[in-house]
Nanobody
Framework: QVQLVESGGGLVQAGGSLRLSCAAS????????MGWFRQGSGKEREFVAA????????HYADSLKGRFTASRDNAKNTVYLQMNNLKPEDTAVYYC???????????????WGQGTQVTVSS
């Protein structure tokens, strides 16, 4: 059983940056691909980014390419999401998730964190 805990959310002005972290425990971290998803108020959960277990491969939602970067440190059992040039429409609860394979669909992920709120003011 893998436990995931996100941190790093908060309130930021448009154009600013945040780095989210997701700390994992309870499993062999490097065998899991990690995904980032977000869910705005009244919206469906949407895919943000995924990173392979080794960290070599990444995949992003088309609309976020160039602003968001996923990375991981397997020695620290942590995955990160660097978010730059944030916009008000990026406001959402951000979740990390773990799965044996990289995937875009949320239902493919077996383990989820509790989420961290990101609010971008205009």
């Amino acid at each position: 059983q893998v436990q995931l805990v996100e941190s790093g959310g908060g309130l930021v002005q448009a154009g600013g940056s945040l780095r989210l972290s997701c700390a994992a425990s309870g499993g062999t971290f490097s065998i899991y691909a990690m995904g980032w998803f977000r869910q705005g108020s009244g919206k469906e959960r949407e895919f943000v980014a995924a990173i392979s277990g080794s960290g070599v491969y990444t995949h992003y939602a088309d609309s976020l390419k160039g602003r968001f970067t996923a990375s991981r440190d397997n020695a620290k059992n942590t995955v990160y999401l660097q978010m730059n040039n944030l916009k008000p429409e990026d406001t959402a609860v951000y979740y990390c998730a773990a799965n044996r394979d990289m995937a875009v669909a949320a239902h493919r992920y077996d383990y989820w964190g509790q989420g961290t709120q990101v609010t971008v003011s205009s």
